[in-house]
């Protein structure tokens, strides 16, 4: 019903910056909220960032203030600029869109952080 294709991982610096973007196709709803996921090696999936439709945020604590999350409703397109990476965000990054059907996630993209 909801494909989601994730975009812009990679290996970074520490202190570097990487730009995730999230594309939803399918039956969409209009009121929906976005956001994104991690999981890293031997730990449970957690939340990083999430936009409600109206744009309403909420961040993780160990994000607040390096990650930002926006949305480009008309393109249903999710992003997370990353700055000031540090070696504890690498992890592989899942995108997810949840609306009265559900949840629907991407397939992930993986984020290294080292020097």
């Known amino acids: 019903q909801v494909h989601l294709v994730e975009s812009g991982g990679g290996l970074v610096q520490p202190g570097g910056s990487l730009r995730l973007s999230c594309a939803a196709s399918?039956?969409?709803?209009?009121?929906?909220?976005m956001g994104w996921y991690r999981q890293a090696p031997g730990k449970e999936r957690e939340l990083v960032a999430t936009v409600r439709f109206g744009w309403q945020t909420v961040y993780a604590d160990s994000v607040k203030g390096r990650f930002s999350i926006s949305r480009d409703n008309a393109k249903n397109t999710v992003y997370l600029q990353m700055n000031s990476l540090k070696p504890e965000d690498t992890a592989v990054y899942y995108c997810?869109?949840?609306?009265?059907?559900?949840?629907?996630w991407g397939q992930g993209t993986q984020v290294t952080i080292s020097s």
């Open positions: 997810k869109l949840a609306d009265s059907r559900g949840d629907f």
């Open positions: 399918g039956i969409m709803f209009s009121i929906n909220t």
